[in-house]
Antibody, heavy 125, light 107 residues
């Protein structure tokens, strides 16, 4: 059973850079999975930030693309998010998640089947 | 970016009720539509993927369907249980991006 755990500072200053890491464990075969970041502002809905493949290939939400960078560290089994030039609007709970893939039937779920517990990030001076 | 709408935004129901939530996509999404349940303070939980496939471990009272146009999707709970209360989100994947619906609060 895969487990994902987010980590990083809970407070970031305006105009600074938000940096989070997601550690993946319990996943013996994740060759075909993509790994995402999703955020949820207080009392609001869910917003997809972007996803990364183990090769380093990425896809970002067009509305955040200019400020987002993701990276993948295979040796540590973790992936990271950097969001630059943050403002109060970036205050949210940030989740990492796995895009599902059926290794038995060889198809993508186009959905996120495993999630971290989420980490709260506040942008404030 | 494919906009998503959900209806209703709030739904009041009782244990044993049959409940239906609708999600509409701004364009066809080729059945790449998922449903999630979220409880307060918790991460979303995948219920349905590819419009109608039940995620492993999810009770069979949950089902998903797609209209013929490929832009309207429905989540049905056949007999509401106490643990089913929470917020439900639909999510689509198209043009290499995910978009979530605004959510339906089931109370």
């Amino acid at each position: 059973q895969v487990q994902l755990q987010e980590s990083g500072p809970g407070l970031v200053k305006p105009s600074g850079t938000l940096s989070l890491t997601c550690a993946v464990s319990g996943d013996s075969n994740s060759t075909n999975n993509w790994w995402s970041w999703v955020r949820q502002s207080p009392g609001k809905g869910l917003e997809w930030i972007g996803e990364i493949y183990h090769t380093g290939a990425t896809t970002y939400n067009p509305s955040l693309k200019s400020r987002v960078t993701m990276s993948f560290d295979k040796s540590k089994k973790q992936f990271s998010l950097q969001l630059t030039s943050v403002t109060a609007a970036d205050t949210a709970v940030y989740y990492c998640a796995r895009a599902g893939y059926s290794y038995s039937w060889s198809f993508y779920y186009y959905a996120m089947d495993a999630w971290g517990q989420g980490t709260s990030v506040t942008v404030s001076s | 970016d494919t906009p998503m709408t959900q209806s209703p935004s709030t739904l009041s129901a009782s244990v044993g009720d049959r409940v239906t939530i609708t999600c509409r996509a701004g364009q066809g999404v080729n059945s790449r539509l998922a449903w999630y349940q979220q409880k307060p303070g918790k991460a979303p939980k995948l219920l349905i993927y590819k419009a109608s496939r039940l995620e492993s471990g999810v009770p069979s009272r949950f089902s998903g369907s797609e209209s013929g146009t490929g832009t309207e999707f429905t989540l049905t709970i056949s007999s509401l249980q106490p643990e089913d209360f929470g917020t439900y989100y639909c999510q689509q994947y198209s043009s290499y991006s995910y978009t979530f619906g605004p959510g339906t609060w089931l109370e």
